[in-house]
């Protein structure tokens, strides 16, 4: 196992010890289709598995994988993990201190939160674009462009992006 795998299994291990406790861990899994997966208000772990997904986390300290296909994650307010997995995924963050990783497949990952906590944006393979508030404190790995917005170009990007769901 290398070391970016060990790195990636201790992450997420760590967002669940610290932030979820097993009883109020609600448990979500896709099937190898297309899903629309919605989390709850608590803390999910949400499996995308195969197809095209759309899946939204919501409140709570989440860890999602989105799995084959491509995806698109959302997180919400919490601490959120998000794995993208193969397949060329736009990721989301919510507020909070989140984790995103792009997996393979051209990737777009954004942390435009504007809440001063410390995100990371872990690109992976492929050609992947990270998008973060000029200000805020983000850390990025793997990313061949990085774009930083203003906190208003970053709302109306958000704006235009979002479902609502």
Same mark, same amino acid.
């Given at each position: 196992?290398?070391?970016?795998?060990?790195?990636?299994?201790?992450?997420?291990?760590?967002?669940?010890?610290?932030?979820?406790?097993?009883?109020?861990?609600?448990?979500?899994?896709?099937?190898?289709?297309?899903?629309?997966? =919605?989390?709850? +208000?608590?803390?999910?772990?949400?499996?995308?598995?195969?197809?095209?997904?759309?899946?939204?986390?919501?409140?709570? =300290?989440?860890?999602?994988?989105?799995?084959?296909?491509?995806?698109?994650?959302?997180?919400?307010?919490?601490?959120?993990?998000?794995?993208?997995?193969?397949?060329?995924?736009?990721?989301?963050?919510?507020?909070?201190?989140?984790?995103?990783?792009?997996?393979?497949?051209?990737?777009?990952?954004? +942390?435009?939160?504007?809440?001063?906590?410390?995100?990371?944006?872990?690109?992976?393979?492929?050609?992947?674009?990270?998008?973060?508030?000029?200000?805020?404190?983000?850390?990025?790995?793997?990313?061949?462009?990085?774009?930083?917005?203003? +906190?208003?170009?970053?709302?109306?990007? +958000?704006?235009? =992006?979002?479902?609502?769901?």
């Amino acid at each position: 196992m290398n070391a970016k795998l060990i790195f990636l299994a201790a992450t997420a291990a760590l967002v669940l010890a610290t932030t979820v406790s097993a009883a109020a861990l609600d448990v979500i899994r896709g099937t190898d289709g297309p899903d629309n997966l =919605n989390g709850t +208000a608590g803390a999910d772990l949400i499996y995308g598995r195969g197809g095209n997904d759309n899946i939204r986390a919501h409140d709570g =300290n989440d860890v999602v994988y989105a799995g084959r296909g491509n995806d698109v994650v959302r997180g919400g307010p919490g601490n959120d993990a998000i794995y993208a997995g193969q397949g060329n995924d736009v990721t989301w963050a919510g507020a909070g201190a989140d984790v995103q990783y792009g997996g393979q497949g051209n990737d777009i990952l954004h +942390a435009l939160a504007n809440d001063n906590q410390p995100d990371i944006l872990d690109c992976g393979p492929g050609f992947d674009v990270a998008y973060a508030i000029v200000h805020d404190p983000v850390r990025f790995h793997g990313c061949e462009q990085v774009i930083r917005l203003t +906190a208003e170009q970053a709302a109306v990007l +958000a704006a235009a =992006n979002d479902d609502n769901g």
